[in-house]
């Protein structure tokens, strides 16, 4: 047992139950509170986002904070295989930067939740209120 921390496990089951990560459930209700309208996992679109706001030209990733290597706490790299882990990280950060600018390119805004970000909700309503209701750049928080 040597491969995913309980979290990460069961993150990974809940992306295979398709139903969304906590984290991602907790981004969608506080838009849908915030008056927004959304739809989901678009395929057609690079990347597949888990959110996207076709009025606002916007597609919102939610991102594990380790799968995609945000670089705070969570962050964590597991002891073994080691190799393993840091090829699939950089290919995880590879395509998010490939998705990111493809969507870039067609014209939708890219914005970035990561998963400790929806630990303060307050916080992330203020950051996407500004984003969508007063064009704040939504760049978001570094660890
Ligand atoms: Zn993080």
Do not use: Y
């Amino acid at each position: 047992m040597d491969s995913l921390t309980p979290e990460a496990r069961s993150r990974l089951m809940a992306r295979i139950g398709g139903k969304g990560t906590k984290p991602e459930l907790a981004v969608r209700s506080l838009l849908h509170r915030m008056g927004l309208r959304f739809r989901l996992h678009d395929r057609m679109l690079p990347g597949s986002p888990d959110i996207v706001l076709r009025r606002h030209r916007t597609v919102v990733f939610v991102h594990g904070c380790f799968w995609h290597r945000h670089g705070c706490r969570m962050t964590t790299t597991p002891k073994t295989r080691k190799e393993f882990w840091q090829q699939k990280f950089d290919a995880n950060v590879a395509r998010d930067e490939r998705s990111e600018r493809k969507l870039e390119e067609l014209g939708w805004r890219v914005l970035v939740v990561w998963e400790c970000e929806t630990r303060d909700l307050i916080d992330l309503e203020r950051r996407l209120g500004g984003f969508f209701f007063q064009g704040v750049d939504p760049s978001s928080t570094k660890p």
